[in-house]
Nanobody
Framework: QVQVAESGGGLVQPGGSLRLSCAAS????????MGWHLQAPGKQRELVAR???????TYADSVKGRFTISRDNAKNTVFLQMNGLKPEDAAIYFC??????????????WGQGTQVTVSS
């Protein structure tokens, strides 16, 4: 069994910073892309940032210049450094990993989500 688990959410004031972490664990055969989506109340889940195994990154326009995604392939971990947070960044942040468990096909695995609240 494989799983993805996030950590690092919380309450921060506007302009503040948070660092989210996400680790994939279990009997993993291979991992390709990892990334983050967010879901605000009443809205659809949307991409925040993603990173390939080779380190190529993609960001939503709304977070460019403020958020940085990185990963540690040796630890199957992806990070999201969020600076200059705005109230509109508040949402549940979900990590995902495109990977294959031993003996299984490649598919996307999602974490349970971590709440980010931006408020004074």
């Amino acid at each position: 069994q494989v799983q993805v688990a996030e950590s690092g959410g919380g309450l921060v004031q506007p302009g503040g910073s948070l660092r989210l972490s996400c680790a994939a664990s279990g009997r993993i055969s291979s991992i390709s892309d990892m990334g983050w989506h967010l879901q605000a109340p009443g809205k659809q889940r949307e991409l925040v940032a993603r990173i390939t195994r080779g380190g190529i990154t993609t960001y939503a326009d709304s977070v460019k210049g403020r958020f940085t995604i990185s990963r540690d392939n040796a630890k199957n971990t992806v990070f999201l450094q969020m600076n200059g947070l705005k109230p509109e960044d508040a949402a549940i942040y979900f990590c995902y990993s495109i990977m294959a468990a031993h003996g299984e096909s490649v598919r996307i695995y999602w974490g349970q989500g971590t709440q980010v609240t931006v408020s004074s």
